[in-house]
């Protein structure tokens, strides 16, 4: 419990610290501020990323080796999820938009979609095989 006055003197640890810190920050902080630092800092990360890089590399074919995806195949496979769930996305509305303005009554031909210029694209899918149609 706190003496009289409410504090007391910190623990003999705190002290040390506190001792050291006062005659070793202004020289850190000397040190820290220098150009030098700062490029040596600069080349340090730049070494890390270049490590990091070169691992997931050798750590991706490794998972190939056994047939596994590795991380960067899940990321790309995300991607691409992401990306068909936009164009979903803006098909649906695009169509729905379309079907407002032709009024409750009209029904949108799908033949009249499969031609050009009817339906939502104009031009064949990107870099896409499509399934023959089946009879």
Same mark, same amino acid.
């Given at each position: 419990?706190?003496?009289?006055? %409410?504090? #007391?003197?910190? +623990?003999?640890?705190?002290?040390?610290? $506190?001792?050291?810190?006062?005659?070793?920050?202004?020289?850190? !902080?000397?040190?820290?501020? *220098?150009?030098?630092?700062?490029?040596?800092?600069?080349?340090?990360?730049? +070494?890390?990323?270049?490590?990091?890089? /070169?691992?997931?590399?050798?750590?991706?074919?490794?998972? @190939?080796?056994?047939?596994?995806?590795?991380? *960067?195949?899940?990321?790309?496979?995300?991607? =691409?999820?992401?990306?068909?769930?936009? #164009?979903?996305?803006?098909? *649906?509305?695009?169509? #729905?938009? =379309? =079907?407002?303005? @032709?009024?409750? $009554? !009209?029904?949108?031909? $799908?033949?009249?979609?499969? /031609?050009? %210029? &009817?339906?939502?694209?104009? @031009?064949?899918?990107? &870099?896409? *095989?499509?399934?023959?149609?089946?009879?």
């Amino acid at each position: 419990m706190p003496g009289n006055n %409410g504090a #007391e003197p910190p +623990a003999l640890w705190r002290q040390a610290f $506190d001792a050291a810190e006062k005659f070793v920050a202004p020289r850190l !902080e000397s040190v820290v501020r *220098t150009d030098q630092f700062a490029q040596a800092t600069a080349l340090g990360l730049k +070494a890390q990323a270049a490590l990091t890089h /070169q691992a997931n590399a050798v750590a991706a074919k490794l998972w @190939h080796l056994v047939n596994l995806p590795a991380g *960067t195949d899940v990321l790309r496979l995300r991607a =691409q999820v992401g990306a068909l769930d936009r #164009e979903v996305r803006r098909l *649906t509305l695009a169509l #729905e938009q =379309q =079907q407002r303005s @032709h009024g409750p $009554d !009209e029904r949108i031909d $799908d033949a009249a979609a499969d /031609q050009p %210029g &009817g339906g939502a694209r104009s @031009h064949p899918p990107r &870099g896409r *095989t499509q399934r023959p149609k089946s009879p």
